[in-house]
C-alpha cells in the first residue's frame, strides 16, 4: 500500500513548512527512516525521514514550496505497486487539510438569559459589574472576550467565573496578558489540559516564548505549559530603562507576578540562559511557586560571558546583529534561517525594545562578566542542568561547579549542540524535561 508523507508539525503553533532540498530523486528506492527531504520552517530546519520501505513514486511539493502542516509533500508506492495518475491525486487529496467548521455558540450558564456579545458604552469599555471587572482581573479575564448574560448585553461575575473555567478547560494554545501591579503587562502563550501538571518557560536575552515551540509540542498533551515573554521581550509591554527594573532580581518579581495572575504555579521552571537565573531568583523568593527547575545553558552558575555577546548586544539593533546572535548561539548554521534572522532584527528594532534588552545587558553582565549573587546553596528545589557541550556563550564549567553548589542536582549534557539546545536538540530536550517532571511529581 502506498505511503503519503506529510507536512510534519515541529512546534505548537507551526502551520506551514517550507521545502528547501530535495535527498532524494523521483523513482529511487527508498528505506524506512531515510533523510527524504530538508524542511525549514520560522525556528527550525530538519530532516523528514521516510516513513515506510518503497519507490519514491511522487514528488508532491517542489523545492521552495510552502506546504501545511499535514498536506502531502510525496507518495511512496510499496515494492511492486502501480498507482494510476487518478489513484495518486486522491491520496494527495485524502491528505489536504480540513477546513475547521465555524464553533457553536455557548449558551449561558447560571443565570439563565441568553449569552451574547458583551455591549461597550461610547468610549468603548465592555459593559461590565464593578464585581465582574474586578474578578475578570484577578483571573486574568478578558472582558473583550466574555459572553455576557446580564442586563442589556452586561457581563457579570459569573459570566467571569465561566470564562475562566472553560478557558482552564481549553488545550488550544492561545495568547494571554497579564497585567503587573505597576501597570505593565507580559504576554504568555498558554496550553495543555488545564488540571495538568504545570511547566512554565523563561527564555533568555533576546529571545521570546516562540524559542520553545518545537519543545512545547511534545509537552502539551500531558502537560499545562506556559511560555512567558519577558518584559521588554517579545510581545510584552517595553519601559524606558529609567522607569523599569530590568535586574535579574527585578525581572523575576515581574514573571513572579504573571505566573500568579495565570495561576501557573507550582511549576517546573525552565530556564534558558538569562530565563535559568531568572527562575532560580524565583525558587529563593517565591519558592511556593516552583516544584523544580530545569536550567538549560544557564546564566547565573558562574561569572564567565562571551565577549561576542557582551559586543554584539552593545552594537546598534538590526539584521547585522540579530544573524550574529543567532551564529553565536548555534553550532548547526542551517538553523540560521532568514526568517529567524528577520523576526529577531524587527523585535529588536520595536520602539524602546533594544534599550530594555541593553539594559538587562548591562544589570546582568556588568563589566562584562555575570553577576555572582545567585545563592545555589539555598535552593531546595531539584534541579535539573542540560547543557550544550559546544555552548559558546556560556562555559560547560559552570554546569559542572553548579554540581557541587546546588543541594539536589542532575546534569544531561548534549554533544554537538550549541547554546540553544531547545532549538537544536528539541525532541531530547522535551524528553529530559518530561522525565524529570515525573521524576518529582
Known amino acids: 500500500?502506498?505511503?503519503?508523507?506529510?507536512?510534519?508539525?515541529?512546534?505548537?503553533?507551526?502551520?506551514?513548512?517550507?521545502?528547501?532540498?530535495?535527498?532524494?530523486?523521483?523513482?529511487?528506492?527508498?528505506?524506512?527512516?531515510?533523510?527524504?527531504?530538508?524542511?525549514?520552517?520560522?525556528?527550525?530546519v530538519n530532516d523528514v525521514e521516510a516513513p515506510s520501505n518503497g519507490i519514491l513514486l511522487k514528488i508532491v511539493a517542489s523545492q521552495g514550496a510552502e506546504v501545511p502542516v499535514s498536506a502531502a509533500v510525496a507518495i511512496i508506492a510499496a515494492p511492486g505497486e502501480v498507482l494510476s495518475d487518478a489513484e495518486i491525486a486522491e491520496l494527495i487529496e485524502s491528505a489536504a487539510p480540513k477546513k475547521a467548521g465555524g464553533a457553536a455558540k455557548r449558551e449561558g450558564a447560571g443565570s439563565?438569559?441568553?449569552?451574547?456579545?458583551?455591549?461597550r458604552d461610547e468610549s468603548g469599555r465592555v459593559?461590565?459589574?464593578?464585581?465582574?471587572?474586578?474578578?475578570?482581573?484577578?483571573?486574568g479575564v478578558d472582558l473583550a472576550t466574555v459572553e455576557a448574560t446580564g442586563p442589556s448585553g452586561r457581563v457579570t461575575s459569573d459570566d467571569v467565573e465561566r470564562a475562566a473555567s472553560e478557558r482552564d478547560d481549553d488545550p488550544s494554545p492561545r495568547e494571554e496578558r497579564v497585567a503587573l501591579a505597576d501597570g505593565r503587562e507580559l504576554n504568555a502563550l498558554?496550553?495543555?489540559?488545564?488540571?495538568?501538571?504545570?511547566?512554565?518557560?523563561?527564555?533568555?536575552?533576546g529571545g521570546s516564548q516562540s524559542t520553545w515551540q518545537v519543545v512545547l509540542g511534545d509537552?502539551?498533551?500531558?502537560?499545562?505549559?506556559?511560555?512567558?515573554?519577558?518584559?521588554?521581550?517579545?510581545?510584552?509591554?517595553?519601559?524606558?530603562?529609567?522607569?523599569?527594573?530590568?535586574?535579574?532580581?527585578?525581572?523575576?518579581?515581574?514573571?513572579?507576578?504573571?505566573?500568579?495572575?495565570?495561576?501557573?504555579?507550582?511549576?517546573v521552571l525552565v530556564g534558558h540562559s538569562l530565563g535559568g537565573a531568572i527562575a532560580v531568583q524565583i525558587a529563593l523568593e517565591r519558592p511556593e511557586l516552583v516544584r523544580g527547575?530545569?536550567?538549560?545553558?544557564?546564566?547565573?552558575?558562574?561569572?564567565?560571558?562571551?565577549?561576542?555577546?557582551?559586543?554584539?548586544m552593545a552594537g546598534d539593533p538590526g539584521p547585522d546583529t540579530a544573524r550574529g546572535l543567532l551564529e553565536l548561539f548555534y553550532e548547526d548554521k542551517r538553523l540560521v534561517v532568514e526568517r529567524g534572522v528577520n523576526e529577531m532584527a524587527?523585535?529588536?528594532?520595536?520602539?524602546?525594545?533594544?534599550?530594555?534588552?541593553?539594559?538587562?545587558?548591562?544589570?546582568?553582565?556588568?563589566?562584562?562578566?555575570?553577576?555572582?549573587?545567585?545563592?545555589?546553596?539555598?535552593?531546595?528545589?531539584?534541579?535539573?542542568?542540560?547543557?550544550?557541550?559546544?555552548?559558546?556563550?556560556?562555559?560547560?564549567?559552570?554546569?559542572?561547579?553548579?554540581?557541587?553548589?546546588l543541594p539536589d542536582v542532575t546534569l544531561r549534557v548534549l554533544p554537538s549542540v550549541g547554546h540553544v539546545p531547545q532549538v537544536e536538540d528539541a525532541s531530547t530536550v522535551a524528553t529530559a524535561i518530561d522525565r524529570f517532571a515525573k521524576s518529582i511529581a
Open 346 to 405: 524587527q523585535t529588536q528594532l520595536a520602539a524602546g525594545a533594544w534599550s530594555a534588552q541593553q539594559a538587562v545587558a548591562t544589570s546582568a553582565f556588568p563589566g562584562g562578566k555575570q553577576q555572582s549573587a545567585l545563592r545555589l546553596s539555598a535552593v531546595k528545589k531539584p534541579v535539573m542542568i542540560v547543557w550544550g557541550a559546544k555552548d559558546r556563550v556560556i562555559p560547560f564549567q559552570h554546569a559542572i561547579d553548579a554540581l557541587s553548589a
Open 190 to 205: 498558554v496550553a495543555g489540559p488545564g488540571n495538568g501538571p504545570k511547566l512554565t518557560f523563561l527564555h533568555g536575552l
Open 293 to 312: 527547575i530545569v536550567l538549560i545553558d544557564s546564566a547565573g552558575l558562574g561569572s564567565d560571558i562571551s565577549p561576542e555577546l557582551i559586543a554584539l
Open 127 to 139: 459593559n461590565a459589574s464593578p464585581a465582574a471587572r474586578k474578578l475578570a482581573a484577578e483571573l
Open 112 to 119: 439563565g438569559r441568553e449569552a451574547r456579545v458583551a455591549t
Open 1 to 44: 500500500m502506498a505511503t503519503i508523507v506529510k507536512m510534519p508539525k515541529w512546534g505548537l503553533t507551526m502551520t506551514a513548512g517550507t521545502v528547501t532540498d530535495w535527498l532524494h530523486n523521483e523513482g529511487e528506492e527508498i528505506s524506512e527512516g531515510d533523510p527524504l527531504l530538508t524542511v525549514e520552517t520560522e525556528k527550525a
Open 219 to 267: 509537552l502539551v498533551e500531558s502537560y499545562r505549559v506556559t511560555a512567558i515573554d519577558l518584559p521588554g521581550h517579545g510581545a510584552s509591554d517595553v519601559s524606558a530603562p529609567d522607569s523599569a527594573d530590568y535586574s535579574i532580581a527585578g525581572i523575576a518579581a515581574a514573571v513572579a507576578q504573571a505566573i500568579d495572575g495565570l495561576k501557573g504555579g507550582p511549576a
